[in-house]
Antibody, heavy 121, light 110 residues
Framework: QLQLQESGPGLVKPSETLSLTCTVS??????????WGWIRQPPGKGLEWIGS???????YYNPSLKSRVTISVDTSKNQDSLKLSSVTAADTAVYYC?????????????WGQGTMVTVSS | QSALTQPASVSGSPGQSITISCTGT?????????VSWYRHHPGKAPQLMIY???KRPSGVSNRFSGSKSGNTASLTISGLQAEDEADYYC??????????FGGGTKLTVL
């Protein structure tokens, strides 16, 4: 059974770079059928798509975050990673990684449990 | 890109039916049959309930159904149960090759 697990620092200082990793277990991140996405939820607010990556490295980003976001994939570790630069308090959120069936179901079908990241000095 | 528009809250009694709307534009909801719906219990991972406007993933109850008319998609839950109390989000593909969520709807089972 495929599982996703987010990991990374729970506290980041303003202006620094937020870095998170999503580890895929029970399946291969290199499958040609899937993209891998990142979604976040600020406290008291709704879900926001951050971006998605294909195992080959092809990426798509939310235009509102594009200048600060980098998503990458490490097939040898079965992981993908999110980096968000120049963070502010507005980037405080629960960050989820998810399997993105971009080409087939056009939906996010398996999600990690999420990890809370707080931006504060 | 702007979030899709959902009502902030809806409510219903056990056994009743409710419908949650999700309004976008011709560049997202109206332009593609790639609308999905998610149920989110706070503190847990969101769960896919509907994809491609009206299709149910394996294991999702047939009490959940989806539809679309023009720029508005809808999620209907029939036979409301206590476990349905959660936040619900729609999501759509856009003409910019991006994805956008709705603002979310809190469902209260009275």
């Amino acid at each position: 059974q495929l599982q996703l697990q987010e990991s990374g620092p729970g506290l980041v200082k303003p202006s620094e770079t937020l870095s998170l990793t999503c580890t895929v277990s029970g399946g291969s991140i290199s499958s040609s059928s899937y993209y891998w996405g990142w979604i976040r939820q600020p406290p008291g607010k709704g879900l926001e798509w951050i971006g998605s990556i294909y195992y080959s490295g092809n990426t798509y980003y939310n235009p509102s975050l594009k200048s600060r976001v980098t998503i990458s994939v490490d097939t040898s570790k079965n992981q993908d990673s999110l980096k968000l630069s120049s963070v502010t308090a507005a980037d405080t959120a629960v960050y989820y990684c998810a399997r993105h069936l971009w080409l087939t179901l056009h939906a996010f079908d398996i999600w990690g449990q999420g990890t809370m990241v707080t931006v504060s000095s | 890109q702007s979030a899709l528009t959902q009502p902030a809250s809806v409510s219903g009694s056990p056994g009743q039916s409710i419908t949650i709307s999700c309004t976008g534009t011709t560049s997202d909801v109206g332009g593609y049959n790639y609308v999905s719906w998610y149920r989110h219990h706070p503190g847990k991972a969101p769960q896919l309930m509907i994809y491609d406007v009206s299709k149910r993933p394996s294991g999702v109850s047939n009490r959940f159904s989806g539809s679309k008319s023009g720029n508005t998609a809808s999620l209907t839950i029939s036979g409301l149960q206590a476990e349905d109390e959660a936040d619900y989000y729609c999501n759509s593909y856009t003409s910019s090759s991006t994805w956008v969520f709705g603002g979310g709807t809190k469902l209260t089972v009275l």
